[in-house]
């Protein structure tokens, strides 16, 4: 079974930048678009940013400009880049199949990875 594990959040300050990773244990980078989702206390777990095998990419409206999702299938890593931070990016973030392509079809959720955008 595939396990995605997320790492490379923390606590930061407003505007500041954070790159987050999600690595895979199985090669599946190259077989599925991927994406990053969050997740913000009572609140649902909601799509960020996706990219495609042919690296196209979308982003949800309020990350848009200041988030870039990169993959490299070779190292089976995603990354998530996050610029221009804000307090409302406060969330758990995870990595899974994109919904936009698999909406019925997900991998074990792994832990996922704390941001915090405080002064």
């Known amino acids: 079974q595939v396990r995605l594990v997320e790492s490379g959040g923390g606590l930061v300050q407003p505007g500041g930048s954070l790159r987050l990773s999600c690595a895979a244990s199985?090669?599946?980078?190259?077989?599925?678009?991927i994406a990053w989702y969050r997740q913000a206390p009572v609140k649902q777990r909601d799509l960020v940013a996706g990219v495609t095998l042919t690296d196209a990419t979308n982003y949800a409206d309020s990350v848009k400009g200041r988030f870039t999702i990169s993959r490299d299938s070779a190292k089976n890593t995603v990354y998530l880049q996050m610029n221009s931070l804000k307090p409302e990016d406060t969330a758990v973030y995870y990595c899974?199949?994109?919904?936009?392509?698999?909406?019925?079809?997900?991998?074990?959720w792994g832990q996922g990875t704390q941001v915090t955008v405080s002064s």
């Open positions: 899974n199949l994109d919904e936009t392509y698999n909406p019925t079809y997900k991998l074990p």
């Open positions: 199985k090669s599946i980078f190259s077989i599925y678009a």
